[in-house]
């Protein structure tokens, strides 16, 4: 879940989902090519748009009208995509539980690209989520090769921002991985459901990857599914899009944690999701002229009326098999890891009609998600977790200011949060601009805010929740009213104002966080290992 450079949150580190008049294409830095989500690497997204065909990532635009009172990284497109937002958004807008988690590995200061992250948790936090942060200690210790001391005052940093804008802690909790012990136990558990195979093909691990390293990829799952211990909740983990391969793994790790599968059917026989398709046409097309639709007549009809392709032929295989035995639609409750005491439980608890085989349960009088409901209820009751699938928000990646990619490495093309406020002046008024190379030009052409790191900050940071100055600037720029010195100063003495107030705040937390129960002063001995 870690975050490279302006990318170190640990998840639990063009024209898409916005308005052109606010956002900006904030990943299309020189040199990035096409999409490699590596999450301890430097990854960049020349074209966000391939990774809602390449990986499945969905368009935050055709979830945002049902998140109440979205966040201005919502509105402007800042946040792009999402993995199963909306269980979270309805458990928001009904005043359910929910829940939002993400971690920092502590490699260096806290920048502004971090404080995206910071605002996400803040706003669920705000919105009625349980609010969880981390420092990914061991993560930063295996995989990045810091000391133990480098780790300590660096978490330190990011909490204290962290606090200064707005998390509260009295109502969240912080802890760090090497600390929390319930999340130690349950990445032992979740590592019984995690094969070597599986780390060769999302990460690239290979003989020469340390144990700890794979360790350490196991306790982010553990972190992503932690805020579920007590009871299974819609969970979000706000990340940069580099760390969606640990989303999917967490996914999938939760999912075979659970003692029973539930899905839809139509006969005996198990099928997958588009031969399900085929079943259904047939079903609804055949129930209307008789009360029972047999498999051979559903056969018949799908090799008459559909046209063939591999799903088609291989339903009618299996409807042929069956024979006269009737087609009806059910809910099915396959067998994961249950224990005899909480199959037999589930059998007791289903409603109305329902048959028993030796590995499934089907029910003829539910529906699905009363099925689903029915099951982590039975699960939870006999000692299992009842995960539901942590969804995740994602993020643009902040442009460095010198253009090309926001490195921790390179002081120039970040705005620490502990930068002296004259510091972050300095560094806005020396940045690279989307400007073209006259003055003349720009009142012509205007300016090519897209590409333009200082238009980012309005965008992400210096235009707060205020929509209409974001957008004025923007309008300014491409119409060719505002010219780069006077759009950078102004920029500059926001950044000025920003970091001032921001330490602050900073230096009012350090009692409050001295006061919480997070040991920032680690007694770990070893030397860093680290895959360079």
Not at 247 to 256: E, I, K, P, S
Not at 436 to 446: F, I, P, S, V
Request: aromatic fraction near 8%.
């Amino acid at each position: 879940m870690t975050r490279d450079d302006s990318r170190d949150a640990n998840p639990a580190s063009d024209d898409d989902s916005s308005d052109s008049t606010t956002v900006t294409d904030g990943g299309s830095a020189a040199g990035a090519d096409d999409v490699a989500l590596d999450p301890w690497g430097s990854s960049t997204v020349s074209d966000y748009r391939k990774l809602f065909e390449e990986f499945g990532i969905e368009s935050f635009d055709e979830v945002i009208d049902e998140v109440p009172n979205p966040h201005y990284l919502m509105r402007r497109g800042v946040i792009f995509g999402h993995r199963d937002y909306r269980p979270v958004a309805e458990a928001l807008r009904e005043g359910e539980d929910a829940a939002v988690l993400s971690g920092f590995m502590p490699t260096g200061d806290p920048h502004i690209g971090h404080k995206l992250v910071f605002d996400e948790i803040i706003w669920h936090q705000q919105a009625g989520a349980d609010a969880y942060a981390l420092i990914a200690d061991l993560e930063a210790h295996s995989a990045r090769g810091l000391s133990w001391d480098e780790i300590d005052e660096h978490a330190r940093d990011y909490l204290l921002s962290l606090l200064a804008l707005g998390f509260d802690p009295e109502d969240g909790e912080l802890y760090r991985q090497s600390t929390n012990r319930e999340v130690q136990d349950l990445a032992f558990e979740l590592g019984s459901n995690a094969r070597f195979a599986e780390f060769e093909g999302i990460y690239g691990f290979d003989g020469e990857t340390s144990v700890s390293h794979m360790q350490s990829v196991v306790t982010q799952m553990a972190d992503i599914l932690y805020p579920q211990l007590e009871e299974p909740k819609p969970t979000v983990i706000p990340v940069g899009p580099d760390q969606d391969p640990h989303m999917r793994l967490a996914r999938d790790v939760a999912a075979r944690m659970r003692s029973f599968k539930v899905t839809e059917a139509y006969a005996s026989f198990e099928a997958d999701a588009e031969e399900r398709d085929h079943l259904a046409a047939a079903y609804a097309a055949l129930s209307d002229d008789t009360d029972t639709v047999r498999c051979e007549d559903a056969a018949d009809w799908l090799d008459r009326e559909m046209a063939p392709d591999a799903a088609r032929d291989a339903a009618i295989d299996k409807l042929r098999a069956a024979g006269k035995e009737p087609l009806r639609p059910r809910v099915r409750f396959l067998d994961r890891n249950a224990t005899d005491e909480a199959f037999d439980a589930l059998i007791e608890s289903i409603p109305g009609e329902k048959r028993r085989y030796d590995e499934h349960i089907d029910a003829f009088d539910m529906d699905r998600t009363e099925a689903e409901e029915l099951a982590r209820d039975v699960e939870v009751d006999h000692g299992g977790y009842g995960f539901l699938p942590p969804s995740s928000i994602y993020h643009r990646f902040m442009t460095g200011l010198t253009g090309g990619k926001m490195s921790s490495s390179v002081p120039a093309s970040h705005i620490s949060l502990l930068d002296d406020p004259e510091d972050g002046y300095d560094k806005v008024k020396s940045a690279t601009t989307g400007g073209r190379e006259t003055a003349e030009k720009q009142r012509e052409l205007g300016g090519e805010a897209d590409e333009c790191p200082v238009y980012e900050l309005y965008a992400y940071l210096l235009s707060g929740d205020d929509d209409e100055f974001a957008a004025e600037v923007y309008e300014e720029c491409v119409g060719g009213e505002r010219l780069c010195g006077g759009c950078k100063e102004q920029a500059a003495e926001l950044m000025q104002e920003f970091l001032e107030e921001h330490q602050e705040k900073r230096a009012e937390m350090v009692a409050v966080l001295d006061d919480l129960d997070i040991d920032l002063d680690s007694d770990r001995q070893g030397v860093p290992g680290g895959e360079h």
